[in-house]
């Protein structure tokens, strides 16, 4: 499927941009290299997100904590 998509796209860029992009194929060393380049990014990300996320729960409990605070004082 992909590799079908890959043609449609060539021959619909040839015709409105008359761009040509090349499509050879990838060695199976190449993909892994794609592959480990994709899920490292993946797992970056993911690792951002988390952190972002614990520091937003903190932050908004300890806003929480001092409304409570001040409600019963």
């Known amino acids: 499927m992909f590799s079908h998509l890959k043609t449609?796209?060539?021959?619909e860029s040839q015709k409105?941009?008359?761009?040509d992009f090349k499509t050879t194929?990838?060695?199976d060393l190449?993909?892994?290299?794609?592959?480990?380049k994709i899920r490292k990014q993946a797992k970056q990300n993911t690792k951002i997100v988390?952190?972002?996320?614990?520091?937003?729960?903190i932050l908004i409990s300890l806003l929480?904590?001092?409304?409570?605070?001040g409600l019963l004082s």
């Not at 409105?16 to 761009?19: A, C, E, R, S, V």
């Not at 988390?50 to 729960?57: A, R």
């Not at 929480?64 to 605070?69: D, P, Q, S, T, Y």
Request: without cysteine; proline residues 0%; charged residues 20%.
């Open 16 to 19: 409105q941009f008359k761009t």
């Open 8 to 11: 449609q796209l060539n021959t």
């Open 25 to 27: 194929s990838l060695s």
């Open 50 to 57: 988390v952190v972002l996320t614990v520091f937003f729960l």
């Open 30 to 36: 190449e993909k892994q290299k794609i592959k480990n």
């Open 64 to 69: 929480a904590i001092k409304m409570l605070e």
